[in-house]
């Protein structure tokens, strides 16, 4: 204890030999000592104004600092009022300034920014008008798609059979012109037309066997629907011939045509065949072309056998 009392008491000793005030030590002991010269002028010396040193943590609080010195920190610091300073500035602007934010206490952890920070405009500068939304324009009804008609199909119209075309008629053998004794009707080649199959027969008034055979013949005439008969009066230039054979023709009971040997019929036969006796019977088929040439007389039996040899 006593120890004590002597080093306290030490101490107050070199406190007042150095001229300081303990209260004044004890109060600031940073304050620079005074020196001996200050000590021994009776001028009062100005006390040095000790200015806290900035600190590197931001000053937070709810109220503007009014100070003779800038505020160094690293958050700006917002106030309601502008900062009064020493030094001579222009006229304040006005800022927008968003709300601001609590400057977070050091070793604490800050979110992130969820939101991202919007451009604030310079003052002074135009700013774009807000762009009317263009409205929807409005979707026009559908209309009613009319239902197709049905289209009649026309009906297929039948394809005409091809008809062969016309094949040339041959030229007959025999071309003629004449008439019938009795009735004066005119015969032509065209008469081979009619049937498949026509027989012609010369005769005269004077010749025996002819007149014989004109019976059989009248008969086949009539058996045989594809056979025509014909008959040529030899001389029928000389008189009388005409006259005897229209008796002959009557009594016999005739009904095929009795024709005339004028200069067409002797053109065509007579001459080309040599005819010098008689009977001779032609036969000549539809289109005139001549089958075959028959000498001599026939009896019934011979004719029906020549005639279905040539049908």
């Not at 065209?190 to 012609?200: D, N, P, Q, R, V």
């Not at 036969?283 to 000498?295: A, E, H, P, R, T």
Request: glycine share 2%.
């Amino acid at each position: 204890m006593k120890k004590v009392l002597s080093f306290i008491l030490c101490i107050l000793i070199l406190v007042s030999a150095a001229g300081c005030y303990p209260l004044r030590v004890a109060k600031r002991p940073d304050t620079p000592m005074p020196s001996q010269d200050a000590l021994l002028t009776d001028e009062p010396t100005e006390e040095p104004v000790m200015t806290e040193e900035p600190t590197e943590e931001p000053v937070v609080t709810d109220e503007p600092v009014i100070t003779d010195e800038p505020v160094v920190t690293d958050e700006p610091v917002v106030t309601d009022e502008p900062v009064v300073t020493d030094e001579p500035t222009e006229e304040p602007t006005q800022t927008e300034v968003n709300d601001p934010t609590p400057t977070p206490k050091p070793g604490t952890d800050t979110e992130a920014p969820t939101a991202k920070p919007t451009h604030t405009p310079k003052p002074g500068t135009d700013t774009e008008a807000p762009t009317e939304t263009p409205k929807p324009t409005p979707t026009p009804k559908p209309t009613a798609t009319p239902k197709p008609t049905a289209t009649p199909t026309p009906k297929p119209t039948a394809t005409p059979k091809p008809t062969a075309a016309p094949t040339a008629t041959p030229k007959p053998d025999f071309i003629f012109k004449t008439y019938d004794i009795i009735h004066n009707k005119e015969y032509t080649e065209s008469i081979f037309a009619k049937k498949k199959l026509t027989m012609i027969n010369f005769w005269a008034t004077w010749c025996g066997p002819c007149i014989e055979e004109l019976p059989y013949i009248q008969q086949v005439s009539g058996e045989y629907s594809n056979l025509q008969v014909l008959t040529v009066l030899y001389d029928s230039n000389d008189n009388g011939a005409v006259a005897n054979a229209t008796n002959i023709a009557n009594s016999l009971g005739l009904t095929f045509p009795i024709l005339r040997c004028n200069e067409s019929i002797k053109k065509a036969f007579v001459n080309p065949y040599n005819i010098q006796s008689l009977p001779v019977t032609f036969f000549i088929d539809q289109n005139g072309k001549l089958i075959q040439v028959v000498s001599g007389s026939h009896n019934l039996a011979q004719w029906r056998s020549l005639i279905e040899s040539m049908l």
